[in-house]
Each structure stands twice: as structure tokens, then as C-alpha cells.
């Protein structure tokens, strides 16, 4: 299905126009992607059938348009335009604050055409010259710019492996592919992801990389040779893969999980026992002492088997070496969701559904917390509300335990948007922040955590991959406090969330903090969102004992 596709198109040369000042046609254009970008069916069977222009905002000239880029996957009218124009909208238009208007003038005042050029004038001051930009958008811009580079291309981990699964089963289904594994930062569990990397052993190599390249997925062949080939697939993003033999495919695993750093000191550490390491096997005196497996590797370099998600650099390979890495958390291990939302505010099913599909996921106990009344979008609960909510919840009769809670505001002086006696009568309370203020982030949460009736922190550092970055908190000081009092700190397992991320759960767990991963689900399907969370609590070495949900039910009762 090429929907995303045309309307990408169709929008970029809306963009374009925009520089041209064309009002109409940028109008034009942005309704036909509109439109495409809704329809529910394949925008293909439009065009076979040649009933484009019946869709709403597509007439004759934007129809032709959109043959040719289902006839060819490109657009030569965009080309003519990028010719023109040679700016790179999609690094520019990423940043926050600018849009195709600012871009015209950025490209005419300065001749700004890439996050390089707008880098070098944002740094002159160039920029803040600009009517409408000034000293603080120019700041913002500079901030925006970093921000941009570290995500450009990259995709949700929850995006790329699914994907990754799939063309390895399509793989595997070849009959001449041995054993096919998933590599790279998917398999370390990364937040967000580059590019594929498949691994396959196989005694018909030409074969395999022939079926890879001419698979449905393959957009584009970017490369092929006799033991290696990446594809592009439709949304842009690569797949390569590699071919090694069955003796070497362990040495050929643990090279392209990588990390490249963790590959580095691996490497060295190698070295330091007179040993070469690369991606066909461990070496010694020149003669292979290990390759079959990563395991066998490890034991020879004297090392315990290190998780893929610990791969960072980041003290395993001196722990492994101490025999001193933790037994980390699995999902089998976890007992119950303690964020979930339902119709009573924000999200879409009864408190029954979600009920039972936790059941259903083999969890002994929910918490329903749907969010507090000032949150007005939310449609969130006031005292009346709460207490229907309550009421319902205890005529539920049903095979999973169900805890009363509420996601309570922290609004900007720190305070709770909910009373103390209505909080007292609830089974957990979850504070989380839902507008960022200029006020002191740090405190805000300090006094949340010191709160009595406050049990957990939600999205503790409001950071959404590719959307916002993290409040500017002073973690220590909240780890501390949470720690000292208790307070549990969320691992929120939304793919866009991830938050406590990696880093900052290794550290809260140093301070003694307890945790608890959840998906904070507003609809039936994020509650298996619970996998992003635990591959994250992994890579940030949280064990069962420091998750607060692994507990069995008879436990968790006693907390809440
Ligand atoms: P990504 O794709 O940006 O999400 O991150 P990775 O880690 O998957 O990186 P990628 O795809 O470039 O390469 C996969 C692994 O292969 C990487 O983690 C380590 C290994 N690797 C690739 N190139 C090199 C290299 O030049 N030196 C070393 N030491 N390792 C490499
Ligand atoms: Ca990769
Ligand atoms: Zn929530």
C-alpha cells in the first residue's frame, strides 16, 4: 500500500510551493494528501480503477500526479522543483519552530538550505536579524538543531522490529536459510533504530541474497554481492543482510549486535590477553579458539554471557568479568499493569475490557488511573466521578484484582490538582506532570514525591522520542528523595515514553529507588506495550527484585 508514500509526496511538493508563495495550489496539494493520507483502502485501487478524481480534492492534474508516483515510486514535477530549490526540507522542516514560511526566508536572506548552513548562522547570530525570529527562537533553534541530527532517520524501536520480524520469518521461510537472527541496535533492545541488520548462515548464499533482493519489501536494492545486500523498503528505512558460515555465525552475532563501542573494548580486552578478536572468530597464536557461538567466546575471554541489551559499554564487561552481571527482568516475570486509563477519562474501553485482556495476559492485578479533573482534555474525573468509579470497581467481579487509583496532576506550584481525602481513599496514586511550566521542574516533582498520599511518578522526565526532549531536572536530587521516601518511579513502556529511559533506571537503581514498568494504556492494544518496557528496564540492568510489579499479588498488597 502506497498511501503514506503519495501523500508524503504530494505534501513535500505543498512544501515547495509554499517558497513560490502559490497559495492555491499549496492548498491544493495539502487536501489531496489529506485525503490520501485518510483513506482507509489502497490508494492503488483508486487508480486501477480510474476513479482518483472521484476522491475528495483530487482533480485531473494532481490525479495524473499521483499515477506517476505509484508508475515509478518518484515525481518528476517534485524533482523539477527540488532543482530549483535545492533545500533539504525534511532536516529543516524537523526542526521545531520552523515551517515552509521561515524556510523561504531563511533561504532568501541567508541562503540557508541545510541544518548546516542554519547551524553556522545560528551560531553568527545571524538569524535573530530575522523579523520574527529574535535572540530566543534562535536559541531554541541552535538547542532543535542537536536534537534533529541525533534522530534524523531513525525509527521507534516498536516500528522497526516488527518489521525486522517479519522479513525474518520471510527469510527463514527460504529453504535453503539455516539459522537467520536480527542484529544491531534491535537486538540491544535500542530505543530507536537505524537500520535493519539480518545475520543468516546458508549453503546456497547467491540464492539467498537473490530471494532477500527481490523480496515484496525491497523498494530498492542499495547493494548486492555475494555474501551481503541491503534493500530500502517502502517507508525509507534499510535492511541489510549478511551471510557467514555456520562455524563463524557466534563470532559474526556478536560483532553486528554490536555496540560499537562495547565491540571496541571487547576487542581490547582481546588484546590484553594476547587474542584477536573479529567478526569470524576468537584467535589465538593464529590458530580460531572460539566462533560456533557468542557463548563459547565469552567463556574464552573469560567472561559470563552478556545480554545484548547490556552491550553499551556502559561496566558489563567489567562485571562479566567479576562474574557480577544481574539476573535481569523478564516479562514473564511481570504480575500486573499499574497505569492504565479507560473510558472514564481519556481512553476507550470500560474498566471491564481492560480488566480482562490483563487477565488474558496472565496478570494477577490492574491499577485504573485515569487522570484527575484539571486535566480538561482528558476528561478526567472530579470527586463525584471518582466515586462512581470506586463503586463500579468493587461490583466488578472478576478473575484479575483490581486497585483503585488516580493519575493526579502536579500542577505548577507542585501541588496535587485532587484533595487529600479523596486521595486517602484510594489504592495507589500516581503523580505525573502534564504541563511543563517555567517553574522549577525539580521541585515540582521534589514535592510530589514528598507528598504522603503520592505512591508512584509517571513519565518522571517527560521526554517523547522525536517529539520533545526531557524536562531539565536535576535527577539526583529526585532519585535521592524517591529513594528516601519510597516513592516508586515509573518506567513508562510507550514506545514514544520510554521513560525512566536506560541510563536513568541503571542510576535510579544505584540510589536504591524502586520501580515499575507500565503502559499507561489508553486503548486495548498498548497493554502489549509492556515488552518496550521491560526491554528497557534490561538495558538499564534492572533485576525482578527492583521492579515493584513482579510482585505476586498477596506482596503488592501490602504497598498499596
Ligand atoms: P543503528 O543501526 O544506528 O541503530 O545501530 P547499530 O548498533 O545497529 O549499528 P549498525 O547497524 O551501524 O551496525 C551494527 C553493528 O555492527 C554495530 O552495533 C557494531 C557493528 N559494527 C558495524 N560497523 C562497525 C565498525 O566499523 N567497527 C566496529 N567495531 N563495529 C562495527
Ligand atoms: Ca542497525
Ligand atoms: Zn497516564
Known amino acids: 500500500m502506497k498511501n503514506a508514500l503519495v501523500a508524503k509526496i504530494l505534501n513535500r511538493v505543498a512544501d515547495f510551493l509554499e517558497l ?9 496539494y495539502r487536501r489531496a494528501a489529506h485525503t490520501i ?30 499515477e506517476e508516483i505509484l508508475e515509478t515510486g518518484r515525481l518528476s514535477y517534485l524533482e523539477k522543483l527540488e532543482k530549483e530549490y535545492p533545500i533539504d526540507m525534511d532536516s529543516l522542516l524537523a526542526i521545531e519552530g520552523i515551517g515552509p514560511k521561515t524556510i523561504k526566508i531563511l533561504y532568501e536572506k541567508l ?65 535453503a536459510a539455516e539459522r537467520v537472527e536480527i542484529a544491531g541496535s534491535i537486538r540491544r533492545g535500542g530505543e530507536t533504530i537505524g537500520d ?49 558460515r555456520e562455524e563463524e555465525f557466534g563470532a559474526a552475532l556478536l560483532y553486528f549486535t554490536g555496540s560499537m563501542e562495547f565491540n ?47 552491550r553499551e559499554n556502559n561496566g558489563e564487561i567489567e562485571a562479566a568479568a567479576r562474574g557480577n552481571l544481574p539476573s535481569l527482568i523478564r516479562e514473564d516475570q511481570i504480575m500486573g499493569d499499574l497505569h492504565i486509563h479507560t473510558i472514564w477519562s481519556d481512553g476507550t474501553e470500560t474498566i471491564e475490557t481492560m480488566a480482562r485482556a490483563a487477565k488474558s495476559l496472565g496478570y494477577e492485578y490492574i491499577a485504573v488511573t485515569d487522570h484527575s479533573g484539571s486535566l480538561k482534555i482528558a476528561g478526567g474525573l472530579d470527586e463525584e466521578k471518582l466515586q462512581r468509579q470506586i463503586e463500579e470497581i468493587d461490583n466488578l467481579d472478576l478473575k484479575v484484582h483490581i486497585f483503585k487509583g488516580i ?24 503523580a505525573s506532570i502534564h504541563s511543563p511550566g517555567r517553574e522549577d521542574m525539580t521541585e515540582r516533582i521534589l514535592s510530589a514525591i514528598q507528598d504522603k498520599h503520592v505512591h508512584m511518578i509517571g513519565h518522571p522526565t517527560g521526554r517523547k522520542l522525536f517529539q520533545r526532549e526531557e524536562y531539565p531536572l536535576n535527577l539526583d536530587r529526585i532519585f535521592e528523595e524517591a529513594a528516601k521516601t519510597g516513592t516508586i518511579l515509573e518506567i513508562n513502556a510507550n514506545p514514544i515514553r520510554l521513560d525512566l529511559r536506560d541510563i536513568y533506571i ?55
Not at 508563495?21 to 491544493?28: I, K, Q, W
Open 196 to 244: 535493519i541488520d539480518i545475520l543468516t548462515t546458508t549453503k546456497k548464499p547467491k540464492e539467498i541474497i537473490d530471494y532477500f533482493t527481490s523480496l515484496e519489501v525491497a523498494d530498492e536494492i542499495i547493494a548486492k554481492g555475494t555474501k551481503k545486500a541491503i534493500i530500502r523498503l517502502e517507508d525509507g528505512l534499510e535492511c541489510e543482510l549478511r551471510i557467514f
Open 407 to 430: 493519575e493526579v496532576n502536579i500542577r505548577l506550584d507542585g501541588q496535587l490538582d485532587i484533595p487529600d481525602d479523596i486521595l486517602s481513599k484510594l489504592d495507589i496514586v500516581i
Open 37 to 66: 493520507q485518510l483513506l482507509p483502502t489502497d490508494i492503488e485501487e483508486y487508480a486501477k480503477k480510474r476513479k482518483l478524481t472521484e476522491l475528495p480534492g483530487i482533480g485531473r492534474n494532481i490525479a495524473e500526479k499521483v
Open 264 to 310: 571496541v573494548e571487547l576487542r581490547k580486552l582481546a588484546r590484553s590477553k594476547s587474542m584477536k578478536l573479529n567478526e569470524y572468530g576468537l584467535y589465538k597464536n593464529g590458530k580460531r579458539i572460539a566462533s560456533k557461538t557468542e557463548k563459547e567466546i565469552f567463556k574464552a575471554l573469560g567472561l559470563e554471557y552478556i545480554q545484548p541489551e547490556l
Open 20 to 28: 513560490k508563495e502559490e497559495t492555491f495550489r499549496v492548498r491544493a
Open 111 to 175: 541562503k540557508i538550505k541545510n541544518l548546516q548552513d542554519l547551524e553556522y548562522h545560528a551560531r553568527r547570530g545571524d538569524l535573530r536579524k530575522i523579523k520574527g525570529i529574535g535572540e530566543k527562537k534562535e536559541e531554541r533553534i541552535l538547542q532543535s538543531i542537536e536534537f534533529v541530527r541525533s534522530t534524523l532517520g531513525r525509527r521507534l524501536l516498536a516500528y522497526a522490529e516488527p518489521i525486522a520480524e517479519y522479513i525474518k520469518s520471510l527469510i527463514e521461510g527460504h529453504p
Open 506 to 560: 541503571k542510576k535510579a537503581i544505584e540510589y536504591g529507588c524502586k520501580l515499575a514498568i507500565n503502559t499507561d494504556a489508553h486503548r486495548l492494544p498498548d497493554l502489549h506495550n509492556m515488552k518496550w518496557g521491560v526491554k528497557t528496564a534490561r538495558r538499564g540492568w534492572a533485576t525482578p527484585h527492583d521492579i515493584i510489579n513482579t510482585l505476586k499479588i498477596e506482596k503488592i498488597k501490602r504497598i498499596f
